[in-house]
C-alpha cells in the first residue's frame, strides 16, 4: 500500500495599506489580505472605512480570497465600547476574521457571541510553545508568530498547538519584540502599541 502523507495547505497572505491595494493583491494572487479597519490598527495612519472594507470582501470573495482586519492595538478602557463597534461594523462588513493584540477583545467577542475567528496578533509577542499553546486555549484559531524565531523554535510551537499559525516571510523586522517595543514611545512618544510607530530601528 502507498504511504499516505499529510499535505500541509499554504496561504499567500498579503498586507493592504487601502483597497486599491488589497485588489491589487488579489489581482496578484493573494490568497488573503490584511487591511486596517477605521481605528485601533497597528498602523494607525493606515485606517480605511468600513465601506472600503465592504467593497473589498465583495471583491475577494468573488475569488475565493479573504480578508482578515486588523484591530491589534492596546486599548484603553473607555475605547472598548467602540473597538467591539467596530467588530460588529467588520463583521457585517463581511471579513473573515479578525487579528487583535488587547485580550479585552477576546473576552467581549466569547461573552457577547462574536462570530468571526479571531487571530492573535504578532503584537502578542508569541515566541514560545507554552505562550502559544495558553493563546490557543483563550480560542484564537490562527496565532502570528514573532518574526525573529528561527526554523527550529517554529516546529516547537507547531507542536505545541493544533490551531493554525501564520509567519512574515517578507518585509520590515522589528529589531525589538513586537508588542513590547518601547524605542518609539522613548525617542518620540510615539508607541508602536498604539499603531503610531515611527519605525526607527528601520531606518
Not at 67 to 78: C, E, R, W
Request: glycine share 8%; net charge negative.
Amino acid at each position: 500500500y502507498p504511504q499516505l502523507i499529510q499535505m500541509r495547505q499554504l496561504e499567500l497572505l498579503a498586507p493592504a495599506r487601502d483597497l486599491q491595494i488589497g485588489i491589487a493583491a488579489i489581482s496578484c494572487g493573494a490568497d488573503a489580505v490584511y487591511i486596517a479597519g477605521p481605528r485601533f490598527g497597528a498602523r494607525q495612519a493606515a485606517g480605511n472605512g468600513i465601506e472600503d472594507i465592504r467593497q473589498l470582501c465583495d471583491y475577494a470573495h468573488k475569488f475565493g480570497v479573504r480578508i482578515f482586519v486588523t484591530l491589534n492595538t492596546i486599548l484603553y478602557d473607555d475605547e472598548l465600547e467602540g473597538a467591539w463597534e467596530q467588530m460588529l461594523a467588520v463583521q457585517e462588513a463581511g471579513a473573515d476574521a479578525i487579528i487583535v493584540q488587547d485580550l479585552a477583545l477576546v473576552a467581549m467577542a466569547r461573552d457577547r457571541g462574536y462570530r468571526l475567528p479571531l487571530h492573535a496578533s504578532t503584537q502578542c509577542a508569541i515566541r514560545t510553545p507554552e505562550h502559544a499553546a495558553w493563546l490557543e486555549s483563550l480560542g484564537f484559531s490562527r496565532i502570528i508568530l514573532e518574526r525573529e524565531l528561527s526554523l527550529e523554535e517554529i516546529r516547537a510551537i507547531r507542536k505545541a498547538v493544533s490551531c493554525e499559525l501564520e509567519f512574515f516571510v517578507h518585509g520590515a523586522l522589528c529589531v525589538c519584540y513586537s508588542g513590547q517595543c518601547y524605542l518609539s514611545e522613548k525617542i518620540a512618544g510615539r508607541s508602536a502599541n498604539r499603531g503610531a510607530c515611527i519605525q526607527a530601528c528601520r531606518s
